[in-house]
């Protein structure tokens, strides 16, 4: 397996990723699919800004990681909020470990202060993921969604990256 950034044609992989967690999971609170053309346009700012990664395993995308602007007032300008998703057939291989990693390491490179990970509660997998590279739990805001009619609380994970 190796973690490279994304380029354009891997949209449709990674669109197809998303799309799975929005239709199966409470990981994205939103109902509504992306379509291809969405799935571009959603990527290609990631890619503008360098913060969108993909997993390779057996020469296709396994899953992806991206991060990008926390809340849009310019004072948040230091706070990145970071998404990583692994395709189910390939859960608990270290995949998403790797993603994360490359993740940070941009980040970090490119100066920003602070990243955030928004979580839903009840999600174990993703929790133990961001507890293992640092982030430390700041809070868990209670029924800030809600999605296949059950409100689902939020927990807020920070990493300090300078
Ligand atoms: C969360 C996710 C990205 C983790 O990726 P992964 O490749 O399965 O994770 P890894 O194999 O690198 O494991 C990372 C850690 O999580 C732990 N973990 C994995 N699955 C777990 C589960 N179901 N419950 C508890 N811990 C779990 C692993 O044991 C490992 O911890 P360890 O090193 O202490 O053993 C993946 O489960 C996923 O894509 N889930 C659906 C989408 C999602 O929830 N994304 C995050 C949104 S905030």
Known sequence: MTVRPARPDDA???RSIRNHAIEHSTALWT???QNPAQGVTWLAAHLERGSAFVAEADGEVAGFAVYG???ELEGYRHTMENSVYVREDRHGLGIGS???AALVTAAREAG???M???IEAENAASIRLHERFGF???GTVPEAGIKFGRRLALTLMRLPLT
């Open 136 to 138: 430390q739990h700041v």
């Open 12 to 14: 449709e992989a990674v």
């Open 116 to 118: 955030i990970a928004g």
């Open 69 to 71: 602007p926390w809340r």
């Open 31 to 33: 109902d509504t699919p």
């Open 112 to 114: 920003h202060h602070v």
């Open 98 to 100: 790797a993603l994360l």
